[in-house]
């Protein structure tokens, strides 16, 4: 019955933990979106910024995302 238990848990802490980690993955793949197509778009915001500060940001949140994807799909807890 214990086993039963801690094999429950485990599997509910890992369910969480990859519904976070695919969240995080799309906040960071959509907010790499914008700021690579933000002026396309017509957000003035993003159109005003730096070119290489939103490129590089955008490509830090791009590759963060693809780090949170990778390691939702692969339950390495």
């Given at each position: 019955?214990?086993?039963?238990?801690?094999?429950?848990?485990?599997?509910?802490?890992?369910?969480?933990r990859m519904?976070?980690?695919?969240?995080?993955?799309?906040?960071?793949?959509?907010m790499s979106v914008?700021?690579?197509f933000?002026?396309?778009?017509?957000?003035?915001?993003?159109a005003g910024?730096d070119?290489?500060?939103?490129y590089?940001?955008?490509?830090?949140?791009?590759?963060y995302?693809?780090?949170?994807?990778y390691?939702?799909?692969?339950?390495?807890?």
């Open positions: 019955m214990n086993n039963d238990f801690e094999s429950r848990r485990r599997k509910s802490y890992t369910q969480m519904i976070y980690d695919l969240t995080m993955a799309g906040l960071m793949i959509g914008i700021l690579f933000g002026d396309k778009i017509g957000l003035d915001l993003i910024l070119s290489l500060i939103r590089g940001f955008g490509a830090l949140c791009l590759l995302g693809g780090f949170r994807v390691r939702g799909i692969k339950h390495d807890y």
